[in-house]
């Protein structure tokens, strides 16, 4: 058991994604990770994204890193690259991934899949807040481009 | 961080379930979950199934324990009741399940949802692996009602 | 316009369902239909159930008219026999249904197809509010069951 | 009930989209709507479309009201900005929408929780009828750049 | 080639199902396979239902007989055991089914790849006619069970 | 009988698309189809995509002419226009379609809705592998981009 205990005495999940912005149903997931299979959350922002960005990556970093700036066990960059390399790079012992919808399922189903067959990571999955899941980066963006509050979806 | 590292020393996972019979599929999970997320796995038989059962709790119990028999993180119970309140009685951080299809997803979700307004307790999801996904207890139990060989379905 | 807003000076909604019991989930869909859609609900409840109930027909008119008792704009009945022949009899002028799931999603169109094919009659949908969507009536009632306090989930 | 039959006297649907073309699948929707629930069918055209349309607003705006000539419930218009901002400006009652697939009703409910929450509007939903569902506006784009016949998708 | 030609000279399709009854949407089923897919259709009625049937096997059995009593490529038979085995009894180059749904499709690609792994046997899926899709054999028989002309849904 | 089995001596079956890059999931439902459906598989490499494509129709037309060097039932071709109208050009009996998902399940049924009604052509579904199920073109081409070792999911 000796070996078991150690290699887990700190469990790291990797948290990739655009976060542009980085929403509240983003926190509510690093949080519940934290309260149950990860003793440490790498948020990493993927910087090679073609579709047309909103923030820079620094200002994502940035407003990730303010919201995260008592919490010793949240740690914040940026990467390029396949998600699976940046894994394997920091020892992450697993992907964790928040899960909205069907549509969501079904997507991160498959480059859940994927990723075991390339490398061998897991994939973890926890279900969004049902008061959460209708909100993405996405919606946010477009209501920020009419002039709205957001703040509400923001943490 | 010393008090959450210690808190964290031994990750308990609850992985309830009628298991009629305990399928392959049923130990990917676990043994995805001891790879990435738990120390420990509580497998639990509920026993007051009003679905009527093919094996008894007794027989369940006894083939998952020779699958696990030199697996000291895995340990095997029955229990009656709500699962949550079972959750709590043994200390466990959290439930685990597997989700192979949209019918599972939904399933799980509302089960999630309202175990948490009930309790607080999380439920952590792990994809089946698709060469698995298609087998359910109840198929493995028709076949055998059949008199078919279902040896490559039982772990 | 004068003969359609005659016709329409009163629009009954019919809802009907076993509501054993009724919930908070099914108590938000009548108000949001009072506030948009109708002038009248008529909460009508199947007293044919096959599957065994836990209240009677008489207990769950008791409480969902203690519910609305100030409310003179719903209406309590029981009824036997199909829903499209209750809704012509009261002159409902729609089906009002919550969806809260993509299996809802698909009963629910299935239905509402055929009772279109038989009387003409409209199906009218509303989401779930998301904070209700994964409570059910059975789960409810195995809730009860194992004497949980289930009062956040009734109205 | 004086007051609330006065407010109600007139209810007003608001159907936004695209309608690049306007189809017989929207035509449905509009129609049954009038059959139940709204007494006046705001059709508005968005004109701030990202993505290429085939036809100008204009030329949208125009074949919607051959369409609608002789119906005095129905006025067709352009709109920009959010459509929940229009739907206050008009005072619509509620926003009226189609679903024809599961694919429909995530994209529907995500929206119409986000609407609900700035600025507590209602999303009212009827199912496509199963003989239009499988036909989109953007099918009838297509078709139309292949010079084949669209009359039987357009009313 | 010779041999591919000779052995598939007559190319047999097993649609397995209860039947009761055997309604227009399974009539559509059959009658584009023999379009499209087979030379010969076997219409098998498994009579080891646990489900309460309403019809008797051979009631069945004479209803469908008459539906296709002219057309020479269609036979009508009943069988007990697993499909499978029926199948490789009778020959069949493959199983036939409809999917009217989400719901179907996930329940027809599990029993589907389970019938693979058991026997070889592949399914070939053709998707139900959208003004069939809604009708199912329960939904049949539920309106039989309440007097109502159902005619329209059988063939 | 005999004009029908003349007709069906030779049952082409058409599988269209754009094979950017063609994989083993492609190949899986060709093999698949001549097993059971058709006696020529016509493989129809789609030459006008909007999207951008990573491999010109003649490299595509290549890699899969050398994957089919041995099978004389299968034909290799570009074409452009709808692929109902190439359908109808070449003869063939019907569209061959995999579905691996929710999602994939619903575009295909629209689209075969839409040719049915356009000109009667049927299409047939076959499931998708689960071990292949994971993996499309577009997920090869994004590893490719990476400079990963695809040759796994290439047949």
Known sequence: MNSTTNKHATRIALFAGSFDPFTRGHKDIVDRA??????????????????????????????ITAVYQDELRVSIHTYTGLTTDYAQQIGADFLLRGVRSIKDFEYERDIAD????LTGIETII??????????????????????????????
Chains 1, 2, 3, 4, 5, 6 share one sequence.
């Not at 994927?114 to 067959?117: A, F, K, T």
């Open 114 to 117: 994927v990723n075991r067959q």
């Open 126 to 155: 926890i279900f969004s807040d049902p008061t959460l899941a209708s909100v993405s980066s996405s919606i946010v963006r477009e209501l920020i481009s009419y002039n709205k509050d957001v703040t509400k979806y923001l943490p």
């Open 34 to 63: 934290l309260a149950t299979v990860a003793d440490k959350v790498v948020i990493a922002i993927g910087i090679n994204c073609q579709k047309k960005c909103m923030l820079t990556p620094e200002e994502r970093a940035k407003a």
